[in-house]
């Protein structure tokens, strides 16, 4: 199932893709996504009524999709989770999984505009899988974690470069309003045969930017639930990206970081693909 978060009439609603249409949440369900994933199997199964006994359709070119996850509890990732992105910034390989915060406000849906903001021209792209929980939880081993995992969705880990530098968890330049596109719908998990041998592929334009397959991972998916879980519970929605390959614009020569008019597409197979234009930021922008 392919479950989406979107706009009708003014409306925020939730549903599933079928083809080129969307059967919506009725008012049995809950009406956002945390919720629906909350509501556990029962909610699946009430969905997936809807479609088999041929609920009304509304067709996806008349609505406007959001992030399925559009304020996640927690948006956490993960930093040199790819060895040949670890060869290009010339760190050592970590010996933990190197986990930072996205703040939740950064999240944006598939094209919605990713702004240059006025006060760095050093944005760049990070192409990524992410997983969403789908229970709460805590100390999950690593071979029950596919249970806890909804979904996967695909990422772009936009990042401030010289903001990332100025502090060691890299916080405020991974946060800014904008810089967490997520889309364009959530792949429930049972549809992902395995989610560590899929293809990832970044276009700026029509310039292909990064080419990798997850199975290059250094920590896999349930490898970092397993961990994170030690620390922390984990909820309903809680957005989890896996890390970038090679092939950012910081390590090209010159520099490839975003510019105003260009536009970001990244595919993972299986996932579809989630694209936005990067625009200036709006003067008087209040917030993403």
Not at 49 to 58: K, Y
Not at 75 to 102: C, M, R, S, V
Not at 128 to 146: H, M, P, T
Request: proline fraction near 7%; aromatic fraction near 6%; include cysteine.
């Amino acid at each position: 199932m392919k479950l989406v978060t979107f706009l009708s009439n003014g409306a925020c609603k939730i549903g599933a893709l079928v083809g080129d249409a969307i059967v919506a949440a009725d008012d049995s369900l809950p009406n956002d996504m945390i919720g629906f994933l909350a509501a556990g199997v029962e909610a699946r199964r009430a969905l997936q009524a809807l479609i088999d006994g041929g609920a009304p359709r509304l067709a996806l070119a008349d609505v406007t999709l959001l992030a399925p996850i559009p304020r996640p509890g927690k948006l956490l990732g993960i930093g040199l989770n790819y060895a040949d992105h670890i060869n290009e910034t010339g760190w050592e390989k970590p010996e933990y999984p190197t986990f930072f915060t996205k703040q939740s406000t950064c999240v944006i849906g598939p094209d919605a505009a990713i702004h240059i903001p006025p006060i760095s021209d050093k944005v760049d792209y990070e192409g990524e899988l992410a997983f969403v929980i789908g229970k709460r939880c805590k100390y999950v081993g690593v071979d029950n974690a596919r249970d806890v995992i909804a979904g996967y969705t695909i990422c772009n880990d936009v990042t401030v470069r010289d903001w990332q530098a100025r502090t060691p968890t890299w916080t405020l330049g991974k946060s800014f309003d904008s810089h967490g596109p997520l889309g364009p719908w959530l792949v429930t998990a049972d549809e992902i045969a395995d989610p560590h041998n899929l293809t990832l592929k970044t276009w700026v334009d029509d310039e292909l930017r990064q080419n990798a397959n997850t199975g290059e991972m250094i920590f896999n998916c349930y490898e970092m639930v397993a961990y994170l879980t030690q620390a922390m519970t984990l909820e309903p929605g809680d957005v989890i990206t896996t890390g970038t390959p090679a092939g950012v614009g910081v390590k090209m020569k010159p520099r490839g970081y975003l510019k105003p008019g260009q536009t970001v597409r990244i595919e993972i197979e299986g996932l579809g693909a989630l694209s936005n234009p990067v625009i200036t930021e709006p003067p008087g922008n209040q917030g993403a």
